[in-house]
């Protein structure tokens, strides 16, 4: 089964608030996480990543958290703009498999 | 520097017929990993590859599909006598080593349809 998944389908927020996306995973032993944007019709873009020896990374209005004692990851985009709605998915980089994905709505 | 290309972008089948979808890594990546994606579902792991070897098909349909990445060429994903069911995005992956070490970089993707 699956060994990374997502707690919500869907999520909608107001232009300009800020975004939270999160993550699940079950091996404890997994060390390389990543984050990933996919636009309509398109693929799956690089966002952010961390790795186990790291809590927190922060990058151009994103950051990501990692809580290794519950396992779990989140995504958090601030100042959520339009050109932020898209799907976002975790992976966890050995396992070579994804959750289902949230769907970010942006509303203006 | 051009990224993972995948052609191509849209491949149209009847029932029966074969479809051939490529996958060309970035250059100086051998690691190949091919996903499909239904509607409003996520990706699917498919089958993970190095050059000339397939190193997971744990995704893998048994029957009608198959992959290969030969030592020239792009990586292959093959599905004889489509179905409707078929029908999906198929994406490509590469990273220049094992991806637990430096993740994926995805192409557009072949949106396969099958009537």
């Known amino acids: 089964g699956e060994s990374v998944g997502l707690h919500l389908p869907t999520l909608s927020v107001q232009e300009g608030d800020n975004s939270i996306i999160n993550c699940a995973y079950s091996n404890s032993a997994s060390d390389y996480f990543i984050w990933y944007k996919q636009e309509s019709g398109k693929g799956p873009q690089f966002i952010i990543d961390i790795r186990s020896n790291m809590d927190k990374r922060q990058g151009q209005r994103v950051t990501v958290l990692l809580n290794k004692t519950v396992k779990h990851l989140s995504l958090q985009i601030a100042a959520t703009q339009p050109g932020d709605s898209a799907v976002y998915f975790c992976?966890?980089?050995?396992?070579?498999?994804f959750g289902a994905g949230t769907r970010l709505t942006v509303k203006p | 520097n051009a990224g993972v290309m995948q052609n191509p972008r849209h491949l149209v089948r009847r029932r029966g017929q074969e479809a051939r979808l490529r996958c060309s890594p970035m250059?100086?990546?051998?690691?190949v990993y091919w996903y499909r994606q239904l509607p409003e579902e996520g990706l699917k792991f498919m089958v993970y590859l190095q050059k000339e070897n397939i190193i997971d098909e744990s995704g893998m349909p048994k029957e009608r599909f198959s992959a290969e990445f030969p030592k020239e060429g792009p990586s292959i994903l093959r599905i004889q006598q489509v179905v409707r069911g078929d029908s999906a995005a198929y994406f490509c992956?590469?990273?220049?080593?094992?991806?637990?070490?430096?993740?994926?970089?995805f192409g557009s993707g072949t949106r396969l349809t099958v009537v």
């Open positions: 992976a966890e980089a050995n396992d070579m498999r």
């Open positions: 992956a590469s990273s220049p080593a094992r991806a637990a070490n430096y993740g994926y970089t």
């Open positions: 250059k100086g990546h051998s690691h």
